[in-house]
């Protein structure tokens, strides 16, 4: 008896660990894509501004505007740099470069 109880509080154990383990991350990719949203685009335009002074320039967001960023920054091309179409690229650009307000 006292085997069997054992193995029904270790897998609860197991279980409620798996759990937790999933909650925090899927809260820490929710605080990751919460970034690349307009506010935080329009708060990247003005430190690191991707017209031409003309109103003229790419759509904030767009990949297009995100590799003005990296070449208006001096890190195009760099290694280490996450794909430009994710969400972990707004978040290295914030912490490496976006001045916080």
Known sequence: MNKLLIFI?????????GC?????QSTV?????SLCQQAWFERVEQQISSG???GHGPDLG?????SVVEFKLGIREQAGLPEKDS???CEYI???YIAVQ
């Open 9 to 17: 509080v270790t897998i609860m154990l197991v279980s409620v660990v």
């Open 20 to 24: 937790g383990e999933d909650i925090q």
């Open 29 to 33: 990719a929710k605080n990751t894509e």
């Open 52 to 54: 031409d002074g003309q």
């Open 62 to 66: 767009s990949i297009e505007w995100r």
């Open 87 to 89: 969400d972990l690229w």
């Open 94 to 96: 914030n912490k490496h």
